[in-house]
DNA sequence: ATATAAAAAGACCTAAATATCTTTTAATAT
DNA sequence: ATATTAAAAGATATTTAGGTCTTTTTATAT
């Protein structure tokens, strides 16, 4: 449903909101060994969402990313947006281009709860709210002697 | 979430459960053309729903694609699992190796409500379900004048 | 100013999904 | 038996997602 780009994305944009500071930035380096994600495919990513100002980068010496007080209220939507776009919930799911309320195929009321379903939590939470749930003892960093 | 595969499967088979019966079966051809898919494709697919009894064919003269009794009792979920496979249905969202109820993800809680949600519609729902469906007047044949 | 460290950018590679084209096999009608 | 028709099977091409490697830019500390 996400792609792994976006998944990646939400996982680093995490991992950095627990972690960074102003004055502590967190290498990408140090992102892809944490999470197990491959450093220069995440990099691109994060270097997308910098662009959109979802994240907050600097270069050379003591640089690296983290987040403002602003990036920290962004919606998970946002990063969806940005990374695989928002199709997924517009598009029917048996793929026909004129479903809708009015003219539905045979699966749509069916999926459109779950579509609607899915689309508020991601409208809703922030990263703050996903940061809070780490601190809070959720799953995050990746088992180290499991691997892709 | 659903592949493009296999989501021509299930327009194709609700097609053929829809037009076909033991003696007028339908050729890929017309499957293709109406459903506006890629003929060469959608046959791939088909075939390999063939080999698993999902649904019924025959070569030669006046031959082409049907279904049985026995196929329209089928479950989306069945056909879901030949051409996709079900493990969208137990991984976790954000991709964590070892995400479940007692170690979840941020997201596992509100994931999973959805989730289970579609997988009961699909473990739920029959070929016959959706060619009904379709005879109450659902959209199924895609509108003429749009294209992919 | 210079060296250094780190992200940004660019070029390239690989694998999987999707799509097309050609040949073979198997029913059926003549 | 033979010709014909249609699916099955095989080979190949294209596109997209995912991933790697190298070079450039920019901020910082010395």
Known sequence: MLSKSCVYA???????????SENHKIGIKEIGEELDLPVHFLSKILQSLVKHNILQSTKGPHGGFYINEVSGK???????????????????????????????????????????GLYKIFATKTINDLVKKVEDGNAFIQNLNTKN
Chains 1, 2 share one sequence.
């Open 10 to 20: 939400l996982r680093a944009i995490v991992y950095v909101g627990h972690n960074s």
């Open 74 to 116: 962004i919606k998970l939507l946002r990063i969806i947006e940005v990374v695989d776009g928002l199709s997924f919930f517009h598009k029917c799911g048996l793929g026909m281009h004129e479903c809708s309320d009015t003219h539905p195929c045979p699966l749509h009321d069916d999926f459109i709860v779950f579509r609607e």
